[in-house]
């Protein structure tokens, strides 16, 4: 369906793994009129040829010690990447930006294909195809304004709520497009949950914003609801915090204690997929951390995509990335793959900290 996007090889210590199931979703190619230089070497279309140490006499790749994880790899890259920032002209990296998209080889919980949506007349999401693997993480990064929300509410359709919008293409989730005039709205939602940025309890109690869900689907009786309360509270890690007090309004809690409940709330109603828009932009560390713990392990029973600005937060927890720009998957494939060895200059370039 797809022409395959060429992959290079690398001459530095990292090794760049085969990627043989690929396909790129552009109709242009990269640039292979000019040759330019990465961290890692000189790239000639997607074809590297040498490691050309950086004119600044910052490390190399092959200088510099082996990345414990693609967090710690980004971490040391944001420091020790002396090189100047990129001025883009997006109209000529757009002439020659070809997506490169990684087949996935886990079972697909969604399959989006060929996405355009556009606000008005202003389009936000140009021929978008990925699938996002089931009971993985999927993280979408990018600058300010790429689309990764809009992309991130298509999955549940959270955009028929905004005046004016319009898709073209295909999301399957178990092979029926969610966009069909017979799909049940309500009950995608309730399949495709989702935590938003800012954590929007209900002005309730703790436990009625975690019973939300099941008292408005009905037919749960109380004494369901309750355990359906404590396992799901159980389950994000608030139980131990708030049991003597599950009368009290959610509104009291703090804000990662917020988060976390509307992750429960999310869950009491037994999502397959959990779509998370920056969970953790106003959390401290710590909060951070125990959502990030949380996702870790809510991925043993769902499947979750993650919104974030948090380069180091995607490396950390996810398993898929897909890297964003201008309304466009640029690159898409293993986090790891993706932090450590990117294929497309575009993606080494953002997550050096050079753009956006
Ligand atoms: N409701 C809307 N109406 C019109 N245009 C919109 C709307 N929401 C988003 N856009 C536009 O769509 C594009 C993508 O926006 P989106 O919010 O998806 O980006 P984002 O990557 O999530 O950005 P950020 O990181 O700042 O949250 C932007 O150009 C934005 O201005
Ligand atoms: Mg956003």
Redesign the pocket.
């Known amino acids: 369906m797809h022409e395959a996007t060429k992959t290079g090889r690398n001459k530095g210590t990292h090794e760049r793994p085969e990627t043989s199931n690929v396909r790129g979703t552009g109709d242009v190619g990269i640039d292979v009129s000019s040759p330019r230089h990465t961290a890692v070497g000189t790239v000639i279309g997607n074809e590297e040829i040498q490691v050309s140490p950086p004119n600044d006499g910052s490390p190399t790749e092959s200088s510099s010690p082996a990345s414990a994880s693609p967090a710690t790899d980004i971490a040391r890259r944001l420091t020790t990447d002396r090189r100047p920032r990129t001025q883009l002209d997006p109209a000529e990296v757009l002439r020659t930006l070809k997506p490169y998209i990684t087949e996935i080889k886990e079972p697909a919980a969604m399959a989006v294909r060929d996405l355009d949506l556009f606000?008005g007349t202003?389009q936000?999401l140009w021929n978008i195809s990925l699938d996002i693997p089931a009971k993985k993480v999927t993280a979408f990064i990018?600058p300010?304004?790429?689309?990764?929300?809009?992309l991130l509410r298509s999955l549940n359709r959270m955009n028929d709520l905004?005046d004016d919008v319009r898709i073209t293409g295909t999301i399957e989730l178990e092979g029926k497009n969610i966009n069909d005039r017979d799909v049940d709205v309500n009950m995608l939602r309730r399949r495709v949950g989702m935590v938003f940025q800012k954590s929007n309890p209900f002005p309730k109690s703790i436990f009625e914003n975690v019973a939300y869900g099941q008292r408005i689907a009905g037919g749960t009786s109380n004494d369901e609801i309750r355990q359906i309360v404590e396992d799901s509270l159980q389950r994000v890690g608030l139980w131990s915090e708030v049991w003597n007090r599950l009368d009290s309004s959610a509104l009291d809690l703090s804000g990662g204690q917020q988060q976390r409940l509307c992750i429960a709330r999310a869950i009491a109603i037994s999502p397959e997929i959990i779509l998370m828009d920056e969970p953790c932009s106003a959390l401290d560390p710590i909060a951070t951390a125990k959502v990030e713990e949380l996702i870790e392990e809510l991925k043993h029973d769902y499947t979750i995509v993650i919104?974030t600005?948090n380069m180091q937060q995607a490396a950390r927890v996810s398993d898929y990335t897909a890297f964003?720009w201008l309304g466009r998957v640029v690159e898409y494939t293993r986090t790891d793959q993706l932090f450590t060895n990117p294929i497309q200059p575009l993606t080494e370039d953002y997550i050096t900290g050079r753009f956006g």
């Open positions: 606000y202003s936000a990018g300010s304004g790429c689309g990764k929300s809009t905004i919104v600005h964003m």
